[in-house]
């Protein structure tokens, strides 16, 4: 189908057209059809009504990716927000701003407001944007714990991130259950220098590594490379946290070892980013990478 929207904010004043692809009776993805931008959407049906406690969570997982205008490079994150009593959030994030890693195990107790009529709510993170993130994340609910969530820090105008924030199935996570069997993996390139576009499979080779086929493209390169060229095995699960889902991945490369953060949604699918150290001869830009989520 085809839709227009039209605009007359702070922002933008304007008529935009799309057209649109559904995917069921609640979903739907569309891309901007003018010569106004390029702007493409995610969108799906709320399931209200809501509740003040909607937006009590135990864990729910977060990626995000965006630009960064001052060094002309992707932006991305990956974390855990936990709301509990509707106004008090924990979270915990890595993320990598063109090679600078930051990693966060804990912020507690950051104030929350939520609006049960629209399913927004606004998250205050001390620090948030020093360390790679966000003062002030917004988020639009379409289920509890579900929805999409964005960088909305006032006064900072060099960069802009948005994702997905999904809820976790369960609340203690193992290699086991969560990653034992295969997904289907896709990364999310912004920048020319580092938007390292790929679908393929990641899953289990045996009890203790991993796999990474996939067809992979860098906008720098005319070619393409198929998975034959692109397969990666003996990954490795250095940690997780049963608690949290947050864990590592080491992938071996021929050389140095690669590093990546990730947090398991469910079983089977989970946001990761690279976080390779500094040094390490792989560290640089990420894209946001994921596998399975909705």
């Known amino acids: 189908g085809t839709l227009t929207v039209t605009l007359n904010d702070a922002l ?91 990693s966060i195990p804990t912020v507690a107790t950051q104030p929350v407001t939520f609006n049960a009529t629209t399913g927004r709510g606004t998250v205050t993170v001390a620090s948030g944007a020093a360390n790679g993130l966000a003062d002030s994340l917004v988020f639009y609910l379409t289920a509890p714990g579900t929805g999409f969530i964005m960088d909305a820090t006032s006064a900072t105008t060099n960069r802009a991130m948005a994702g997905t924030l999904t809820a976790q199935t369960g609340t203690s996570f193992s290699t086991a259950t969560d990653l034992g069997g295969t997904s289907i993996v896709r990364s999310r390139g912004v920048s020319v220098n580092d938007a390292q576009v790929f679908v393929g499979e990641f899953g289990p080779t045996s009890s203790s590594t991993y796999a990474l086929v996939a ?40 050389g140095p070892t690669e590093t990546l953060a990730f947090y398991v949604i469910g079983p089977n699918q989970f946001v990761f980013i690279d976080i390779s150290p500094v040094g390490s001869g792989e560290n640089g830009a990420s894209s946001l990478f994921l596998g399975d989520p909705h």
């Open 12 to 102: 933008s004043t304007g008529t935009q057209n799309f057209a649109y692809y559904a995917i069921t009776a609640n979903r739907f993805v569309a891309v901007e059809t003018d010569m106004t931008g390029t702007m493409i959407a995610d969108a799906s049906r709320q399931s209200t009504p809501f509740t003040a406690t909607t937006v009590n969570t135990t864990g729910a997982v977060f990626g995000i990716a965006g630009f960064d205008s001052v060094a002309s490079n992707e932006i991305s994150a990956v974390g855990q927000l936990q709301i509990a009593g509707t106004n008090a959030a924990t979270l915990g994030w890595d993320s990598n701003d063109n090679g600078g890693i930051a």
């Open 215 to 254: 067809d992979q493209r860098f906008p720098t390169s005319a070619n393409i490379q198929t998975s034959t060229d692109v397969s990666i095995p003996n990954i490795a699960v250095a940690t997780l946290n049963a608690n949290t889902g947050r864990g590592t991945l080491l992938i071996p490369l021929g």
